[in-house]
């Protein structure tokens, strides 16, 4: 599939809006591997394949295994996820299908159990993020499995 337009190239502030909130994202507090399963679950549901390629590889290189990456999509009758991850899992699911039922009240409350109120803020700012990019990276046609991970980027 062809990309139909380099959006950096053409709308290189909105570009540079939506890095700088990945860049507060990365350093707000919230564990590297707790966002990159967010990031890949809710790039699962809207069926982007350039964001899975990426945030599978990307979570691999921070050491996720295998058997989570794989179970993810049946996150819910797996056992290898914490209660917090399930939390934060579930709160993707329900931001990122809004139309379904809105955010139900079950999950909130489940949510901020496991989250601080300015952890939840984040986790809501990274699952409208990954959206954002989801909707982005379908509609302009970006090519998956191009992508390479930081530190495999140089060799």
């Not at 996150?75 to 899992?89: D, I, K």
């Not at 984040?122 to 509609?139: E, F, G, K, S």
């Not at 499995?145 to 530190?151: N, V």
Request: charged letters at 25%; hydrophobic letters at 40%.
């Amino acid at each position: 599939m062809k990309p139909r337009i380099n959006l950096v190239e053409v709308a290189t502030d909105a570009y540079r809006a939506m890095a700088s909130l990945e860049k507060y994202l990365a350093n707000c507090g919230l564990e590297k591997p707790l966002r990159e399963l967010v990031k890949l679950r809710a790039s699962q549901m809207n069926g982007c394949a350039y964001c899975i390629d990426m945030h599978w590889k990307d979570a691999r290189q921070g050491g996720e295994t295998e058997q989570r990456l794989y179970g993810l999509d049946a996150w819910e009758e797996s056992p290898y996820y914490s209660e917090r991850e399930r939390a934060a899992l579930a709160w993707t699911e329900a931001l990122t299908f809004i139309s379904d039922e809105h955010v139900p009240d079950s999950v909130y409350e489940k949510v901020k159990q496991h989250f601080s109120e300015k952890e939840l803020a984040d986790l809501t700012w990274l699952v409208a993020a990954i959206n954002a990019w989801n909707r982005v990276a379908i509609a302009l046609r970006s090519p998956a499995g191009t992508y390479k991970p930081p530190a495999q980027a140089a060799h």
